[in-house]
């Protein structure tokens, strides 16, 4: 059983907008946090946004703050990034990912279980 499997991601236009969707397993449910990163070639993957399991606390990198929007249904253990207002330096393959028990946020080495990856592609 795959843990994460992600979807979502395209070729927009400057401006316009993409959701993405990240589908947890058995593994996943119930996790502390999930998470977005992006990771564009040559760099290390940068952290988005995350969301606590009660949906109560989120938190955004300020390069997408006021245009990105992450949830999360807990019925169906998905997660959402609502990403609007997009820009050609927002391409880069998005991840998702799962941290069980709290750790440090920004650093992808405590993520447990991590998504293959959705390519999105903003041309200007």
């Known amino acids: 059983q795959v843990p994460l499997v992600e979807s979502g991601g395209g070729l927009v236009q400057a401006g316009g907008s993409l959701r993405l969707s990240c589908a947890g397993s058995g593994r996943t449910f119930g996790s502390y946090l999930m998470g977005w990163f992006r990771q564009v070639p040559g760099k290390e993957r940068e952290f988005i946004a995350a969301?606590?399991?009660?949906?109560?606390?989120?938190y955004y990198d300020d390069s997408v703050k006021g245009r990105f929007n992450i949830s999360r249904d807990k019925a169906i253990n998905t997660v959402y990034l609502q990403m609007n207002s997009l820009k050609p330096e927002d391409t880069a393959v998005y991840y998702c990912?799962?941290?069980?028990?709290?750790?440090?946020?920004?650093?992808?080495?405590?993520?447990?279980?991590w998504g293959q990856g959705t390519q999105v592609t903003v041309s200007s």
């Open positions: 990912a799962c941290m069980l028990v709290q750790g440090p946020m920004l650093d992808p080495r405590v993520y447990n279980y």
């Open positions: 969301i606590t399991y009660s949906g109560r606390d989120t």
